[in-house]
């Protein structure tokens, strides 16, 4: 979760510009699954990675710790919105949630198990896959608020874990009878678990908690025993996780993993809005050693991906609002493209201001301009 894209503004830049920073090939991409009445046969990862295409997420919304779905300045989600995500050409729509804030005595509350399913039908219904996932939600998992969660501070404590399998018991029932549209998150970037005392020991708490997703989703039963699920790499970090340490889980069902990373490289550029005192603010992107770290570090993950039969769900990548115009662009369509061309699933991290959250709910000039382009 990156909560400050909150204001991103994008202007329009030739479709000829963007184009030429990438050399990716275009991917041939499946045909959007038409309505929710029509049963979606029994996919594969890698089949379903195909149908996914580019996607987005409804951030700052159901993920909000102050008020839920309005505590941080976005409407109520509509169906109207979502149905134009569809129209827009999106295939897939992650929709971070905070079960956790909103839980009682460890109880997700009934009302909003139940908003979610409403809107996660919705998208369904637009023929489009969502992903629900537990989400930051105030850093529970593995916290870096020591006064707030002392027990979870950088670890993955008995405590976390009773809540953590109790969550997703709770939410895997609540949706068993959804059909393979709907996909399942682990949890989101909170996987550091420098507290265990070595890398090598955080690696395996991580897989501990991984595998304690699967092991908890396909015991619930319905389409949960074959439903799609999405695990967080190390910190979602390319390199970290690719690195040959990282562990993965063991499924009774095969092919129905993916593996999640996150994209915001160089952080110079896609995050930093101003320098700091371990490095200047990249004001421009698309030089030749821009465009080599992206393919060098997709490469990377594409390598993975195919020594492990796994896909990538690049669940979250979007460039800093305050860069210069072009370049946003350029890094946007660089990063959705190179996914693509890789049969990784590239997930736009939104806020509601790159796509309107009020009607006529229109995309952005540069977002407008990288979905023309990949058409």
């Known amino acids: 979760m990156r909560q400050w894209f909150k204001s991103l503004r994008y202007l329009a830049v030739s479709a000829a510009i963007c184009a030429s920073t990438t050399a990716a090939a275009r991917p041939t991409v499946e045909p959007v699954l038409s309505s929710a009445s029509e049963p979606v046969a029994d996919l594969d990862a890698w089949d379903a990675a195909k149908r996914m295409g580019i996607g987005v997420n409804i951030g700052n919304t159901l993920d909000n710790t102050t008020t839920w779905e309005t505590g941080w300045g976005n409407p109520q989600i509509t169906r109207e919105y979502i149905q134009n995500l569809a129209a827009l050409g999106f295939r897939v729509v992650r929709l971070p949630v905070a079960w956790d804030t909103y839980a009682h005595n460890g109880r997700i509350d009934p009302d909003k198990m139940a908003?979610?399913?409403?809107?996660?039908?919705?998208?369904?219904?637009?023929?489009?896959?969502?992903?629900?996932?537990i989400h930051w939600d105030g850093?529970?998992?593995?916290?870096?608020?020591?006064?707030?969660?002392?027990?979870?501070?950088?670890?993955?404590?008995?405590?976390?874990?009773?809540?953590y399998v109790s969550y997703w018991n709770q939410i895997a029932i609540y949706f068993a009878d959804?059909?393979?549209?709907?996909?399942?998150?682990?949890?989101?970037?909170?996987?550091?678990?420098?507290?265990?005392?070595?890398?090598?020991?955080?690696?395996?708490?991580l897989a501990r908690v991984n595998q304690l997703f699967v092991d908890t989703v396909r015991k619930t039963g319905g389409h949960n025993v074959t439903r799609l699920?999405?695990?967080?790499?190390?910190?979602?970090?390319?390199?970290?996780?690719?690195?040959g340490h990282f562990p993965l889980p063991h499924d009774v069902v095969p092919h129905k993993l993916f593996i999640s990373v996150h994209y915001y490289t160089p952080w110079a550029f896609a995050g930093m809005s101003e320098d700091a005192s371990w490095g200047k603010m990249q004001p421009t992107w698309g030089s030749k050693s821009d465009i080599a770290e992206l393919t060098r570090l997709f490469d990377r993950m594409r390598d993975f991906a195919q020594r492990n039969d796994m896909p990538v769900f690049l669940g979250e990548f979007a460039p800093n609002p305050r860069k210069e115009q072009a370049s946003r662009v350029r890094w946007m369509l660089a990063v959705a493209q190179g996914a693509l061309s890789r049969r990784m699933v590239p997930v736009l991290?939104?806020?509601?201001?790159?796509?309107?959250?009020?009607?006529?709910y229109s995309p952005s000039p540069a977002v407008a301009e990288v979905l023309r382009a990949l058409r």
């Open 178 to 205: 959804r059909d393979q549209r709907l996909v399942f998150e682990g949890f989101n970037e909170e996987s550091n678990f420098e507290g265990a005392g070595s890398d090598e020991k955080a690696y395996a708490m």
């Open 115 to 133: 908003r979610v399913g409403q809107i996660a039908d919705w998208i369904a219904s637009a023929g489009m896959f969502c992903v629900i996932n």
């Open 349 to 360: 991290w939104d806020t509601g201001e790159d796509i309107s959250r009020r009607p006529p």
């Open 139 to 163: 850093g529970w998992i593995d916290s870096d608020d020591q006064k707030r969660f002392a027990k979870t501070y950088h670890t993955f404590s008995p405590e976390a874990e009773a809540k």
């Open 229 to 243: 699920l999405i695990i967080p790499g190390y910190t979602t970090d390319i390199v970290k996780t690719a690195n």
